[in-house]
């Protein structure tokens, strides 16, 4: 270890979207800021999730949109995707994984950057061991944000699991080929969208859930309408359906058993069964809390549990929104209180105020790039209800709208919005069909602005778009 310490005035651990957005904020305020990083600069998002998985997923709804038109799909035919082309440009959106843009960055802001893996060591403290063993130790005047998201889970007790060699989301969005053929395992959001990805890209897909629907966080038409675009592309969905065991024959590829003793055997199989925070070697313990553990924050993201306003946990670790936007959004609102703290202000935490990430329970949202696509914000009508809330949903077939029938031929959606109706606010919207994400950022403003339906009536839709479906929904909320 270095003889004295480094001092700073904010340390950052993890170089993700999220803690790169609180060092943004933190040195744009004077504060003299580093950040520690173990992997590559850019974390999970830019090279092993969002980025390389939209990169796979654009090709797909490209195709699909002019195959919907007459007259476009003549002109691409029968053609399939080219995988190589696809995978290159995959691979040109994740800089080849490399991080030198994102240093580079780094520099340019005037954050400095320590290569290795951070831990706390107490009140405001942090070492860092570097690959080859050497260790810094640096302290922070005023905070420590810990910014180290999430990993995927395996399920546990599983005969086979760990000799089958697995893949995650880090190889199935880096996969350098396509697979002959792919078992998905789960029906949450990485498992439709690597399944929509890789089929279209030519891998025979099996994807197994255990409940009886996919993206179990969604309306439940979501879960219909996607696993009707998944069928209708070729994959094998099953539900209700659990992987006892698996074996791995090399050059056989991985043999699974399920529950009913039916072997299936594919090339590679995909484990998309939820998320833990990367929180287990830490050094949580050194400050009275739980490793492994989800970080527990207030609205500010300041970390409860410890003495003093000195630790924040932003993006997957607190577990408030497991989505890279809101985890940015979670930053500049944690780095906004670090600079205030810093300088002697108090916090605005009330709902919406400058300290309080508000959105994350109000208004989170999150689109699903399968085909069709699912956007969403706020509460379903099933979780409005389970708050309490006095709400009615509202429906539309977003086929019967103009804009959606020019869009493309025997266009399939629907759209639905949750309204209070006490206090005359939408709390939630979902939208289903091709190109919907697009509708979704009318829909978060809506929510989370909490804007009067009176006075929505008067945003006029442009006419003709599929944003048109918003007259529908606001006359049913009108009665």
């Known amino acids: 270890m270095t003889t004295a310490p480094e001092e700073y005035d904010v340390i950052v651990v993890g170089a993700g979207p999220t803690g790169e957005n609180v060092a943004d904020r933190t040195a744009a305020a004077g504060l003299r800021t580093v950040i520690v990083e173990a992997e590559l600069v850019g974390g999970e998002c830019s090279y092993w999730a969002c980025m390389p998985s939209k990169a796979l997923l654009r090709p797909v709804a490209a195709l699909a949109a002019a195959r919907a038109v007459a007259g476009a799909r003549e002109a691409v035919g029968g053609g399939a995707l080219d995988p190589a082309a696809v995978l290159a440009r995959r691979d040109s959106f994740t800089s080849h994984w490399r991080d030198d843009g994102q240093v580079q960055w780094l520099r340019d802001t005037g954050i400095e950057l320590v290569r290795g893996h951070g831990r706390l060591a107490g009140e405001r403290t942090v070492t860092v061991e570097a690959e080859d063993g050497t260790e810094r130790l640096l302290t922070a005047r005023h905070a420590v944000a810990v910014c180290t998201g999430s990993r995927p889970v395996l399920p546990e007790g599983v005969p086979g699991l760990a000799d089958a060699r697995p893949w995650t989301n880090r190889e199935a969005t ?7 053929r792919l078992a998905v395992v789960g029906g949450g959001v990485v498992g439709v969208e690597l399944a929509t990805a890789w089929r279209a890209l030519g891998s025979e897909v099996v994807l197994l859930v255990r409940g009886d629907a996919l993206l ?55 484990y998309a069964t939820g998320r833990a925070p990367r929180t287990a070697d830490v050094g949580l313990e050194q400050v009275g809390l739980k490793p492994g553990a989800w970080m527990d ?11 003093g306003d000195w630790l924040y946990a932003a993006g997957d670790v607190n577990h408030r929104a497991l989505l890279t936007h809101q985890g940015k959004y979670q930053a500049r609102i944690a780095g906004a209180a670090i600079v205030a703290r810093a300088e002697g202000r108090p916090l ?5 105020g400058a300290h309080a990430a508000s959105a994350d329970s109000a208004g989170a949202p999150q689109v699903v790039f399968t085909e069709p696509e699912v956007a969403a914000v706020g509460l379903t009508l099933e979780a409005a209800e389970r708050a309490g809330l006095r709400v009615r949903s509202i429906d539309h077939d977003l086929g019967a709208v103009a804009g959606a029938s020019l869009y493309g031929d025997d266009y399939r959606g629907r759209a639905r919005v949750v309204f209070d109706l006490d206090r005359q606010v939408l709390v939630g919207a979902s939208f289903v069909g091709p190109g919907v994400a697009e509708l979704l950022h009318s829909a978060t403003v809506a929510v989370v602005g909490e804007v009067p339906i009176n006075r929505l009536w008067h945003a006029v839709p442009a006419y003709p778009t599929i944003s048109e479906v918003w007259l529908r929904l606001l006359e049913g909320c009108r009665g």
């Open 348 to 352: 605005d935490t009330a709902r919406w």
């Open 216 to 270: 179990p966080r969604m309306e439940p038409f979501a879960s219909e309408l996607v696993a009707e675009g998944l069928k209708s592309a070729g994959v094998d969905l099953r539900f209700g359906t659990e992987v006892a065991s698996l074996e791995r024959v090399d050059g056989a590829g991985v043999t699974l058993v399920l529950g009913d003793g039916e072997r299936l055997t594919a090339d590679e199989v995909l």
């Open 174 to 180: 880096g996969s350098p080929t396509v697979p002959g």
């Open 297 to 307: 924050v207030d609205d500010s993201c300041t970390v409860l549990g410890i003495d």
